[in-house]
């Protein structure tokens, strides 16, 4: 339309249909309420003040993340995770000796004794980790995420157990024995940011994980979270 969108649009699946769609109507922008330019004001100041209004406005928009809607918590029977030749329930059974539990749906976990078992099995290489092989200082070690997940980490600095996701809606931690143990995370994720919530179902306050981005240790929010959207 040429207008800065409400924010009742920015949430309207339409208007992002129409968005994408439609053209983009910068000349709109500007609008007839746009004076000429003048001799004093060869530039044209007022235009140029809003055009970056208007670009100010769209680069927010287009770097926004939505994290999914806050939802009741679901049952509390606990994720049920194949370990080798057996299935255990990781909230009533603990992880036992495992290391890496990965969490393809709702219904499929793997977990693995090892960390480079779970690395294997998800097809990751540090070899080709960017965030591995572009990191300024070699002497800061980058934990291992395959690309496309998004990983929690029990200590800081990627230390302990690990959990991994990469679908996007709200898991209860606690249902993977992970409540209030998340102290470091990755998100090895191109296209999707990642939410951290201090309550289930991602009630109690939310913190972003940006896409390909790591951080080694979450300061005051350390063994806070109860949920996760990745």
């Not at 040429?2 to 949430?11: K, N």
């Not at 393809?104 to 990751?124: I, P």
């Not at 296209?191 to 939310?206: M, P």
Request: net charge neutral.
């Amino acid at each position: 339309t040429g207008l800065l969108a409400t924010e009742e649009e920015l949430r309207s699946p339409d208007y992002w249909t129409r968005h994408v769609r439609g053209a983009v109507r910068f000349a709109d922008g500007y609008g007839p309420a746009t004076p000429p330019r003048s001799a004093g004001d060869p530039g044209g100041s007022h235009m140029r003040q809003r055009f970056l209004t208007v670009s100010a406005a769209a680069v927010a928009v287009a770097a926004m993340a939505w994290a999914p809607q806050a939802q009741a918590a679901g049952p509390a029977g606990g994720a049920v995770a194949a370990y080798g030749q057996q299935q255990i329930n990781l909230k009533q059974n603990g992880w036992g000796d495992a290391q890496s539990c990965v969490v393809h749906s709702k219904s499929t976990v793997r977990c693995y004794r090892t960390h480079a078992e779970a690395d294997k099995a998800l097809g990751y290489s540090r070899a080709t980790d960017p965030l591995v092989t572009d990191a300024k200082d070699p002497s800061i070690l980058i934990p291992a995420c395959a690309s496309g997940w998004t990983c929690l980490y029990e200590h800081s600095n990627g230390g302990g157990r690990r959990l991994i996701f990469n679908d996007y809606y709200w898991h209860n931690l606690n249902e993977y024995g992970f409540d209030n143990q998340t102290s470091s995370w990755r998100n090895n994720q191109t296209d999707s940011w990642s939410w951290l919530a201090g309550g289930t179902g991602g009630t109690g306050g939310q913190i972003s994980l940006s896409t390909k981005s790591y951080s080694s240790n979450l300061g005051s929010y350390n063994d806070w979270a109860s949920s996760v959207a990745a």
